[in-house]
């Protein structure tokens, strides 16, 4: 496990973005003979962030086919105190749904979406950005938007920012569509109207 330390210590080196983590995350898997579960759950675990986004990252390569490394991300990686780790946990939830097929993942997506923990809601939300853009959402954009929507009034503001800055990007090529759902919003919640002016801003 020498070679992961010097991995850490590399990627603690940098501060800022993904693409390191993502390079020695895929140098890991590419191990056959490494346990990646068991590595990506001490990683998850350990001081240093950047290590924890490696973590997070292999749990979300690993996620598809391992319900495992799903658990791990919905618990222990939602509790993440991080902003940087909770940014991985949006993508890793995206590859989870790329790898599964995003129709097949809309089980799994309905269930973050509705779940007690708001990490998880804004993972969903943020992660699939931009939703029409992905495979099934592509060509259904009104279940995208219906499905986003439902979080408009949600207590945490950093959910109610990923809810309108998604919509805002729909409505980019459905402005039909977003305005058609806005339209129905009581705007004298002002967690709504929140969201409202990010959509159409």
């Not at 990007?169 to 759902?181: A, F, P, Q």
Request: net charge positive; charged share 25%.
């Amino acid at each position: 496990m020498t070679e992961l330390n010097l991995i850490i210590d590399r990627l603690t080196q940098t501060e800022h973005g993904f693409k390191h983590i993502v390079e020695a995350g895929d140098k890991l898997l590419a191990d056959d003979t490494l346990p990646h579960l068991q590595i990506a759950g001490s990683l998850i675990n350990h001081k240093a962030y950047q290590a924890r986004m490696l973590g997070v990252y292999l749990l979300g390569k690993l996620s598809a086919g391992n319900t495992a490394a799903l658990a791990l991300l919905k618990t222990n990686v939602a509790n993440d105190a991080n902003w940087r780790v909770q940014e991985m946990l949006a993508k890793a939830f995206d590859q989870y749904c790329k790898d599964t097929g995003y129709e097949t993942a809309l089980p799994e997506i309905k269930l973050w979406l509705g779940h007690r923990h708001h990490n998880l809601n804004r993972a969903v939300v943020e992660g699939l950005r931009i939703w029409t853009g992905r495979p099934y959402f592509k060509s259904k954009p009104q279940e995208a938007i219906k499905l986003i929507a439902r979080l408009r009034a949600h207590d945490s503001e950093y959910v109610r920012k990923s809810v309108g800055n998604a919509l805002r990007d729909i409505g980019k090529k459905h402005t039909e569509l977003i305005n058609k759902e806005l339209n129905k919003w009581d705007l004298s919640d002002p967690k709504v109207a929140f969201v409202h002016k990010l959509a159409t801003g």
